[in-house]
């Protein structure tokens, strides 16, 4: 089992950056891939971004391409998002999550952790 600990939301004006930080403990040595999700008030969750354990093979979701960088740090075993131009459509709870693929489909991501809101005021 893998437990995992967000941090780094909060509230920020349009066009603004944040830094989400994610650092697993546990059974770590089985991570493959991970990565990002949020879920917006009222809608389902959606992928965000995801990586490889090593740092290789980072994907994103269409919506956040060019604006957010993922990004590991082997050694601590933690996950970063840097979150820059930062929109109000990108209001959300983000989740960080570990996974047995690389693909951007969170029922292959079997640990989550608890969420960190992120609120882009207009």
């Known amino acids: 089992q893998v437990q995992l600990v967000e941090s780094g939301g909060g509230l920020v004006q349009t066009g603004g950056s944040l830094r989400l930080s994610c650092v697993a403990s546990?059974?770590?040595?089985?991570?493959?891939?991970m990565g990002w999700f949020r879920r917006a008030p009222g809608k389902e969750r959606t992928f965000v971004a995801f990586?490889?354990?090593?740092?290789?093979?980072?994907f994103y979701a269409d919506s956040v391409k060019d604006r957010f960088v993922i990004s590991v740090d082997t050694g601590k075993s933690a996950v970063y998002l840097q979150m820059n131009a930062l929109k109000p459509e990108d209001t959300a709870v983000y989740y960080c999550?570990?996974?047995?693929?690389?693909?951007?489909?969170?029922?292959?991501?079997?640990?989550w952790g608890q969420g960190t809101q992120v609120t882009v005021s207009s």
């Open positions: 999550a570990t996974g047995r693929a690389r693909v951007p489909d969170a029922s292959l991501f079997d640990s």
């Open positions: 546990g059974r770590t040595f089985s991570i493959y891939a």
């Open positions: 990586i490889g354990h090593n740092g290789e093979d980072a």
